[in-house]
């Protein structure tokens, strides 16, 4: 009885179901988030959405990642004035959700939209809501 005991509880914490005469199942994998980097992010602290590093995101706490993921966080934006060179940061609260998992061609199951929002304030030159596409890069993985 003890070594049954044992066993159901190694593999309850990996396997969703019981002992006790029901079959065991595989926990579905999570989703990732794929980048610009080919890297596979799970539950990542920043993110960042461009090649000249004039918009990121920084400080992301996520409270979901399972069929949607959401986070709060910092996004940093250069205001390019008088030119992105000379420009400056500034911060604001925004936040992310991710949606949309879908098996790719190579089995792996990644978001395939992400959006963020702005809390309060936002730039004067962007939209409080962006919703594109993921993942994150010209890597053509996932549809």
């Known amino acids: 009885m003890s070594?049954?005991?044992?066993?159901?509880a190694l593999v309850g914490a990996v396997?969703?179901?019981?002992?006790?005469?029901?079959?065991?199942?595989?926990?579905?994998p999570l989703p990732v988030l794929g980048s610009v980097t080919g890297a596979l992010l799970t539950r990542p602290s920043s993110l960042s959405f461009g090649g000249d590093g004039s918009f990121?995101?920084?400080?992301l706490t996520w409270s979901r990642w399972s069929e949607t993921a959401a986070?709060?966080?910092?996004a940093h934006q250069n205001d390019c004035v008088p030119f992105c060179a000379?420009?400056?940061?500034?911060?604001?609260?925004?936040?992310?959700?991710?949606?949309?998992?879908?098996?790719?061609s190579n089995g792996r199951l990644e978001y395939t939209?992400?959006?963020?929002?702005?809390?309060?304030?936002?730039p004067a030159n962007l939209a409080a809501v962006h919703r594109f596409s993921a993942p994150?890069?010209?890597h053509p993985r996932c549809p």
């Open 71 to 74: 986070a709060t966080g910092n």
């Open 113 to 122: 939209r992400i959006s963020y929002r702005f809390v309060s304030t936002k």
């Open 3 to 8: 070594a049954r005991l044992t066993t159901c």
């Open 86 to 104: 000379e420009g400056h940061f500034h911060v604001y609260r925004v936040t992310v959700r991710l949606s949309r998992p879908r098996t790719c």
């Open 136 to 138: 994150l890069g010209v």
């Open 56 to 59: 990121y995101l920084t400080g």
């Open 15 to 28: 396997a969703v179901g019981g002992c006790g005469g029901h079959a065991l199942r595989r926990a579905s």
